[in-house]
């Protein structure tokens, strides 16, 4: 069984930032991908951000990319998210998420096996 629990959300005005911080307990995830995911209310949730065991593979949804930077630590388990020039329409429950390691279908919610409870970040205009 793996914890993850997320931190660093908060409230913050448009062409702002934020670094959100997944920890990772209960087993070693020096061999997983890890994901960032977030969800607004009355939508699924969607991919934003991958990176490979060894960081040195990332992936991003299109609409934060060149803004957004995914990275991680596997000495502390954990895995960043950092956030700038941050819009409204980022707006979401950010979750982080782990699976096996895969080079494939790292935008695939479905294909995670392990979720966090999530962290608000709200962006105002």
């Known amino acids: 069984q793996v914890q993850l629990v997320e931190s660093g959300g908060g409230l913050v005005q448009a062409g702002g930032s934020l670094r959100l911080s997944c920890a990772a307990s209960g087993r070693n995830l020096n061999s997983y991908t890890m994901g960032w995911f977030g969800q607004s209310p009355g939508k699924e949730r969607e991919f934003v951000a991958a990176i490979n065991w060894s960081g040195g593979a990332t992936y991003y949804a299109t609409s934060v990319k060149g803004r957004f930077t995914i990275s991680r630590d596997n000495a502390k388990n954990t895995v960043y998210l950092q956030m700038s020039s941050l819009k409204p329409e980022d707006t979401a429950v950010y979750y982080c998420?782990?699976?096996?390691?895969?080079?494939?279908?790292?935008?695939?919610?479905?294909?995670?096996?392990?979720w966090g409870q999530g962290t608000q970040v709200t962006v105002s205009s």
């Open positions: 998420a782990a699976r096996k390691e895969t080079v494939m279908f790292v935008t695939t919610r479905a294909l995670y096996d392990y």
